[in-house]
C-alpha cells in the first residue's frame, strides 16, 4: 500500500496543486524516456512478501504495531490492516546465484517474524487468503493507524459517492453457490496477501519484458494459485484476484479500466504511457507536495502507488541516483512455502526473459483481450483453465505450462543462474505441475475431506513450518 503520508485530510486547493505538479512531472517523465535517460542497469530481482499474524485460535491477530515495534527491522513493514505485514527483500543481480540470496533473505526474515510473533502468543502465516478469516474482522478497528490508509479509504469512499463497496462472486465450484457482502470502507483488502516480484531490465528491454510479463499473468496464477476460500465459501482457485478488485471498486472514468485492473492495453513505443494514462483517467487519491526537485517524481510515483493494475511499472533510482523503469508483478498470492515461492520466482524471471525474445512478439501472438481473458479463467479454474495460447488455439493450461517450464530453463541459463539453482527451483514447480497440486489444491482437497478450516489451517500451518514445497503435502 506505500508510504506513510503527513496528513490525513486535505482541502481542494491541495488536489489542485498536486495536479499542477503531476501534470508537470508526467511530462519530463516522457522527456526522459525520449532523451533516453532511464537506467540500463539489469535485470535486477527483488520482491514483496505480504503475510498474515494469526493468534492460537487460528483468527487474524491485529498485533502488527506491537510486533513491529519489537522487530524493528526496516525491511518488515506494516501493511493495511493490523493483523497483515510486509517482508521486503533486499535486490539480487540474476545472474550466478541472485536467486539462492533471495531465498536466504527471506527464510531468515520468516524465521525472526515467526519467533517475534510468539511474543504476543501469535504466529505468522504466509496463505493467499486466511480460510479462518471472518467478515466481521474487516472493520476499521482493525485498520492499522497510518495517515495513509485513513487518507485511501475517505477519498475512495468520496469517490464512490459514499456508496458500499460489494462482493458478488460466484463460485467456479460445482454446488459451490454464490457470496455476496458489503463494506462500507477499504478493510476489504485486507484479505488478499501476495508475493510480488520486482523486475529491472534495461531500458531497451522494458516494453517487451512487460507485455511478456502481461502475457505470463495467468500461467503464473494457475501453477501459484493459494486463495479457494473466503469467509467460510470455496470461490475461485484464486479468490484474491476478485476480492482486491471489489476493494477499490470505483467508477471508471472511460468505461474500460479500474484502480485495480489487468490494464488497457499492451505498451507500444512510450514504456512511460501508463503513467499518462494514470494522469487522464485517475483522479489523484493523496495530494501530497513535497520539497523534492520534478526529477525524483515524487508525485508521481505516490499517485502511481493509488493504482493497483496486476502488472504495474514502478520508477526508481539506481544508488547513483539514474532513473529506472521496473516490474511489479502482482498477481501470485502469498504462500505456500518459503521453496514455493522461491520456484514462482525462477519461473516467472525465466520465462518472461524467454517470452520477450521471441521472434513473433508476444503483442502479436496473444491479443491482449485474450490475455486478459486468460489470467481471470486462470483464476477461477487454476490448473484446468482453458486459454488461448501463443499459436492461437485454445489449450490446457497445464499443457501451457507443461512448454513454459523448459522455456523458463533456457531463460534462466541465458541469464546466467547458476544451473543447479535453476534445476532445484524449476523441478519444485515441474513437480507441482505433475501432480496437480497447488496451494489451492490442496486446501480444496484438505476441506472435500475434513470440512473444517480451523483443521485445514492449522496443519496448512504445520507443513508450512516443515519447509517442504506443496506438492508434497499429505491432505
Not at 520456484?343 to 496473444?366: D, I, S, W
Request: glycine share 8%; aromatic share 8%.
Amino acid at each position: 500500500m506505500g508510504q506513510e503520508i503527513a496528513a490525513a485530510g486535505f482541502e481542494p486547493r491541495d488536489f489542485a496543486a498536486f495536479r499542477a505538479r503531476l501534470e508537470a512531472e508526467t511530462a519530463l517523465l516522457g522527456q526522459t524516456w525520449h532523451a533516453g535517460g532511464f537506467s540500463d542497469t539489469g535485470p535486477m530481482a527483488g520482491f514483496e512478501l505480504e503475510a498474515w499474524l494469526v493468534d492460537r485460535n487460528l483468527y487474524p491477530a491485529p498485533h502488527n504495531q506491537s510486533f513491529l515495534a519489537r522487530l524493528n527491522d526496516p525491511l518488515v513493514v506494516p501493511e493495511l490492516s493490523r493483523f497483515n505485514i510486509e517482508i521486503n527483500g533486499e535486490p539480487q543481480p540474476l545472474a550466478g546465484n541472485g536467486l539462492a540470496h533471495l531465498e536466504t533473505g527471506l527464510a531468515a526474515s520468516w524465521r525472526r517474524c515467526v519467533a517475534n510473533a510468539h511474543l504476543d502468543v501469535d504466529t505468522a502465516v504466509a496463505i493467499g487468503t486466511l480460510p479462518t478469516l471472518r467478515d466481521r474482522d474487516l472493520t476499521l478497528a482493525n485498520m492499522t493507524p497510518s495517515n495513509r490508509y485513513a487518507a485511501l479509504n475517505t477519498e475512495l469512499a468520496r469517490q464512490r459517492g459514499g456508496k458500499l463497496v460489494r462482493i458478488d462472486i460466484a463460485s467456479a465450484f460445482p454446488g459451490g453457490g454464490h457470496l455476496r457482502s458489503t463494506h462500507a470502507d477499504v478493510m476489504l483488502e485486507a484479505a488478499t496477501t501476495s508475493f510480488q516480484l520486482h523486475l529491472q531490465v534495461p531500458a531497451s528491454e522494458i516494453i517487451q519484458t512487460f507485455n511478456a510479463s502481461l502475457a505470463l499473468s495467468a500461467p503464473l496464477v494457475a501453477i501459484a494459485a493459494n486463495s479457494p476460500f473466503l469467509f467460510g465459501k470455496a470461490l475461485w482457485h484464486e479468490t484474491r484476484i476478485a476480492v482486491f478488485e471489489a476493494a477499490f471498486e470505483d467508477a471508471p472514468v472511460d468505461g474500460t479500466e479500474r484502480r485495480v485492473s489487468f490494464g488497457s492495453g499492451y505498451l507500444e513505443a512510450e514504456a512511460t504511457a501508463p503513467f499518462a494514462e494514470n494522469l487522464a483517467r485517475f483522479p489523484p487519491l493523496l495530494p501530497i507536495l513535497d520539497d523534492a526537485p520534478l526529477s525524483r517524481f515524487a508525485c508521481l510515483r505516490l499517485h502511481n502507488g493509488t493504482i493497483w493494475r496486476w502488472n504495474r511499472l514502478l520508477v526508481g533510482f539506481d544508488p547513483d541516483d539514474t532513473p529506472h523503469l521496473r516490474i511489479e508483478q502482482r498477481v501470485m498470492p502469498a504462500g505456500p512455502s518459503i521453496i514455493d515461492m522461491l520456484a514462482n520466482a525462477a519461473f516467472y524471471y525465466g520465462a518472461v526473459h524467454m517470452l520477450a525474445r521471441r521472434p513473433l512478439k508476444v503483442e502479436r501472438a496473444l491479443p491482449f483481450a485474450a490475455a486478459r481473458a486468460n489470467f481471470y479463467a486462470a483464476a477461477r479454474h487454476g490448473l484446468d483453465a482453458e486459454v488461448q495460447w501463443l499459436d492461437g488455439r485454445c489449450v490446457p493450461m497445464r499443457a501451457v505450462l507443461a512448454g513454459l517450464v523448459p522455456l523458463a530453463r533456457e531463460g534462466l541459463d541465458r541469464l546466467g543462474v547458476d544451473p543447479a539453482l535453476s534445476g532445484h527451483y524449476l523441478g519444485v514447480i515441474a513437480q507441482r505441475l505433475a501432480s496437480g497440486r497447488t496451494g489451492a489444491a490442496w486446501q480444496l482437497a484438505h476441506h472435500a475431506r475434513y470440512g473444517d478450516l480451523f483443521r485445514l489451517t492449522a496443519e496448512y500451518l504445520e507443513h508450512q513450518r516443515s519447509g517442504a514445497p506443496v506438492h508434497q503435502w499429505a491432505v
